[in-house]
């Protein structure tokens, strides 16, 4: 003899309607399982059940609507629609959907099921494991809350409390949430993971650590099978000695890269070195930083900072062994010591070895240091690896000194000059090599007493407070000093005079002078998710009560206004929509 009963398997899926839908249908209209084998018997102690147990055919055996179902033994409960299932329970759907538990059990009024006991649920790309888990047929939605733990192809997940949407295929993990990969460690206060393509949603503080780098952020994305990222609100990837931080952060573990966009810091902790723009590219296996937008690099010095600009920077390198490259329209400046001048410089292209402590300007260099402007060819800064204070100056090919004085310009002119430094200040020069000197000679009083127009093979100058306070004329001298009456204006100046004063950075703003705003990328952010409404919603209402034969009780259909999820306020689902 074969009985029904309204029976519905965990996790089948063909049309469903919302609560309110199946609420009015006639219960005529349910559709019935079908039990297609077992041995049948009644026990006075079950007067309301029918059991049917395993026999030597094998395990009870149920169908519903493609939907499979094996138990050792099973209590059917027709007059409230409800049947136990014990012992090595297998639900099965096609070769999609496999459930394995110690105890079943399906209220067929309310289409819900609950499992416990080694609950293992899989499909063709996660296996769940927990001790207890609900589902819920009108809402498509799985959820456990005692502790579960998902296998990937890849990683592992486990959490405290989790929901699984069988339309989307997503579970939503809350509560101490962590992945597992030989890789990775990864930690969240929230995380949707979707089954089939392994994308991971982070919401709340959450970090992926490896041997490599860290990655914090509060909201973000990971791809636990192709291992990219994509990272925003308070994000940075901490490396061994250097962090990155920007508004948005592209990560990729396999290509060991990342890039970011707007507001861009990079900090080495070993170098105190900073850089900032508004997009840059790491490069790990090589130690390169590229960095563009308003890219500047800060070197950090006890009571002073050396800035380096340029329309793009590179720094690749080991520890203390870094190499900046500015390309474009590049500028540096030093600020000083409180009282002292600040130095500066332009060139088209600059390069900063920090081991060897040299900045060299290239292309159209131009360095004030205090009243001085110096150009030539190619310009040399040397400073003292152990004080990192400026020690030596060198240019090459064309170089060439101006000092600006009330009566006109001091001017120094030569193949090569090289200066010494005292305390970041310039304090003796020498020019080399078809030198040419226009001095403006002046008594105690600072009284004008002539012009000095002197050509030699090399000159030495000093200066006292940036000031040149005397001149030393070697080999093969030709001058005179001349009085301003005999000396015109039209050759007061030498041959490749420039005055570039304009130009000159007297501040640190000054870096980005004439250059227009960079146009910032608009951030495409990640939302929260949207409002899937409360798990436990309208379960127990004055039409849905629990049956008497189910370990289930009201309170464990409540839900916990403690786990709730972070969610989209400006979205919200009807409950029990699926």
């Not at 890789?183 to 206060?189: A, F, H, P």
Request: proline share 4%.
């Amino acid at each position: 003899m074969n009985y029904s009963i309204y029976f519905l398997l965990l996790f089948i899926s063909f049309p469903y309607f919302s609560e309110a839908q199946i609420n009015v249908l006639p219960k005529e209209k349910k559709t019935q399982v079908s039990i297609q084998s077992g041995y049948l018997e009644k026990k006075p102690e079950f007067p309301d059940a029918i059991i049917y147990t395993k026999d030597q055919a094998g395990q009870v055996y149920i169908v519903h609507e493609g939907v499979e179902m094996w138990c050792d033994q099973a209590y059917v409960y027709t007059k409230d629609n409800f049947v136990n299932a014990y012992g090595n329970v297998r639900l099965q759907q096609g070769d999609t959907i496999t459930m394995r538990s110690t105890y079943a059990e399906y209220n067929g009024n309310t289409q819900f099921a609950f499992a416990s006991g080694n609950v293992v649920f899989t499909n063709p790309d996660t296996s769940l494991k927990t001790d207890t888990l609900y589902f819920d047929r009108i809402k498509q939605q799985a959820y456990y809350r005692s502790g579960g733990t998902v296998q990937d192809t890849a990683s592992t997940l486990t959490s405290k409390i989790g929901r699984y949407f069988a339309k989307s295929k997503k579970y939503q993990f809350l509560s101490n949430v962590v992945i597992t990969n030989p890789k990775y460690t990864v930690n969240s206060q929230q995380l949707d993971f979707y089954s089939e393509t392994g994308g991971a949603y982070l919401y709340g503080e959450s970090t992926i650590v490896s041997d490599a780098s860290t990655i914090f952020c509060e909201r973000g994305f990971y791809n636990t099978r192709n291992n990219t990222g994509y990272f925003v609100k308070n994000s940075r990837i901490e490396y061994n000695n250097r962090t990155l931080y920007g508004d948005s952060i592209y990560f990729n573990r396999t290509e060991k890269f990342a890039s970011a966009t707007n507001n861009i810091k990079v900090i080495d902790t070993l170098n105190k070195t900073i850089i900032k723009g508004h997009y840059a590219e790491v490069f790990r296996a090589k130690d390169s930083v590229f960095i563009t937008k308003r890219a500047v690099a800060i070197s950090i010095k006890d009571g002073d900072s050396i800035y380096v600009h340029a329309d793009t920077l590179q720094v690749t390198g080991k520890p203390k062994k870094r190499i900046i490259k500015g390309f474009y329209k590049a500028r540096m400046f030093k600020k000083g010591l409180p009282g002292e001048e600040p130095t500066s410089g332009k060139c088209d292209s600059i390069y900063v070895n920090q081991n060897l402590g040299i900045t060299k300007l290239l292309r159209n260099p131009v360095l004030w240091s205090g009243q001085n402007q110096i150009t030539g060819d190619t310009i040399h800064i040397l400073s003292n690896k152990k004080t990192e204070n400026l020690d030596t100056l060198k240019v090459f090919k064309n170089a060439f000194l101006v000092q600006k004085d009330s009566a006109g310009y001091n001017q120094v002119k030569g193949e090569r000059l090289i200066g010494l430094f005292t305390n970041n200040q310039l304090d003796t020069v020498n020019i080399i090599k078809n030198t040419q000197v226009l001095f403006y000679t002046r008594n105690d009083k600072d009284e004008l007493i002539g012009i000095n127009n002197t050509v030699c093979s090399k000159i030495q100058m000093y200066l006292n407070n940036q000031k040149i306070t005397g001149i030393k004329f070697l080999q093969k001298v030709t001058g005179t000093l001349n009085p301003p009456s005999l000396l015109p204006e039209n050759v007061r100046l030498l041959p490749g005079f420039q005055w570039r004063g304009e130009e000159r950075l007297l501040k640190v703003n000054d870096l980005f002078k004439g250059k227009p705003k960079p146009k910032l990328v608009k951030i495409k952010g990640i939302p929260l998710p949207d409002d899937e409404g409360e798990f436990f919603d309208d379960l127990l209402d004055e039409n849905n009560t629990i049956p008497e034969a189910s370990k289930l009780k009201p309170k464990d259909l409540k839900n916990n206004p403690d786990n709730k999820p972070m969610v989209n306020p400006n979205t919200k689902k009807e409950n029990n929509n699926p």
